[in-house]
């Protein structure tokens, strides 16, 4: 069960229609579109049309053939030329996801207890998007405040947009922005990825807030590790479809260099290979996440040790309290996106959630909250 449920997890990653197709076909024997076509007029074809058949099958399975060969070697390639790029975890902190150190020192600078907006302030605008992509957020029609005329109340100011949630969400507020800028855009022929990643560490960070707050830790920190654990799936995914554009170009004019024509026109046919990249981010994703997170450096955001406890695979009883929230809240959050995407039944359903060991409280809390909203409150005055 367990792996069927990762098996439908990956599937939707690329793909919500080819999730519930391959759901669909789970344990039935894969049967080729011209063998279909083949058993059904079996009876009605002669002898010739039989074999024109045959051969057309036995072509298509040879071309077919051909181009996965041709797409391993493009796969293997990627692979080789991604690792020595995975061990430069400056380049990729700086440049592959661009994340600010300031953000790091605003995160810690709201952890304080006396932390103050006029504290603050100075330290948000050394983040240069910050400004802009806040007042998007509290200005949507969701949080828009209404004066006594009926008239909407835009926001315009950093300081008050910094105290529009309230202090104590503001490290929800800055982690969540900053991760919707890092996710990839361009990722044909699957567009719905960047959706994906961010519907996934939405609810993982939803889910370990609740759980932290049942058992009595940090909410916002386990809202930051919740959400930053899915960092590395982001530099995995971008790295993919840049290193695939790089080697596929680089083939295309080596085979048309030495008239290699077959297997050139093999190339313009291949396509970036989801399962790959699911591959590629099981054996490497979470690692980079908890590199980054060791590279942030916060003194006051709590989470580098859970995260490094989490990625060395240690047994349950030797973690820590925020790396068993950190499990649970990964694990729930992957069961209500299967169920939010009738991918897992009701008895799969009750066998998973039970293998959570979830502790008391937490399920009932966490029944009742949107996994797939920020659920913040707008601060009265």
């Known amino acids: 069960m ?80 991604m690792l020595p790029q995975l061990d430069d975890i400056d380049n990729i902190f700086n440049k592959i996801v661009g994340i600010d150190q300031a953000m790091a020192e605003l995160l810690d600078a709201v952890s304080i207890k006396a932390a103050t907006i006029s504290k603050i302030e100075p330290l948000a605008t050394e983040l240069p998007w910050f400004y802009t992509d806040l007042m998007k957020l509290i200005n949507q029609p969701k949080y828009r405040r209404i004066d006594s005329k009926g008239r909407p109340v835009l926001v315009d100011s950093l300081k008050v947009g910094l105290s529009f949630f309230g202090l104590e969400n503001l490290s929800i507020v800055i982690t969540s922005l900053a991760f919707r800028r890092w996710l990839p855009q361009i990722t044909d022929p699957y567009p719905q990825i960047k959706h994906r990643i961010w519907e996934e560490a939405l609810a993982t960070a939803n889910s370990c807030k609740q759980i932290a707050t049942v058992s009595k830790l940090d909410p916002h920190h386990a809202f930051c590790l919740g959400m930053l654990q899915t960092t590395g799936k982001i530099v995995v995914t971008r790295m993919y479809f840049r290193l695939f554009e790089e080697v596929q170009r680089e083939a295309l004019i080596e085979t048309e260099k030495f008239r290699k024509h077959e297997e050139h026109k093999a190339l313009l046919k291949t396509k970036p290979n989801g399962d790959f990249l699911n591959i590629l981010i099981e054996k490497y994703a979470f690692n980079i996440s908890a590199k980054l997170i ?30 068993v929230v950190l499990k649970q809240g990964n694990a729930y959050a992957k069961y209500r996106i299967l169920k939010s995407h009738k991918l897992i039944d009701m008895q799969q359903a009750r066998e998973f959630v039970r293998s959570m060991k979830m502790p008391k409280g937490a399920l009932e809390l966490l029944k009742i909250t949107d996994v797939r909203a920020l659920n913040l409150a707008i601060e009265e005055d």
Request: hydrophobic share 40%; glycine share 0%.
């Open 2 to 81: 367990e792996q069927r449920l990762k098996n439908r997890f990956n599937d939707l990653f690329l793909d919500p229609k080819l999730a519930k197709e391959n759901m669909l076909n789970e344990g039935k024997a894969k049967v080729s579109v011209v063998d279909q076509e083949q058993s059904k007029r079996a009876r009605q074809l002669l002898q010739v049309e039989k074999q024109a058949i045959r051969e057309k099958d036995l072509n298509h399975k040879v071309e077919l053939n051909f181009l996965h060969s041709i797409s391993e070697q493009i796969d293997n390639e990627i692979e080789s030329r």
């Open 294 to 323: 060791d590279k942030m450096a916060m003194k006051r955001v709590f989470i580098n040790n859970a995260i490094q406890e989490v990625q060395q695979n240690l047994a349950d009883a030797d973690l820590s309290p925020l790396a």
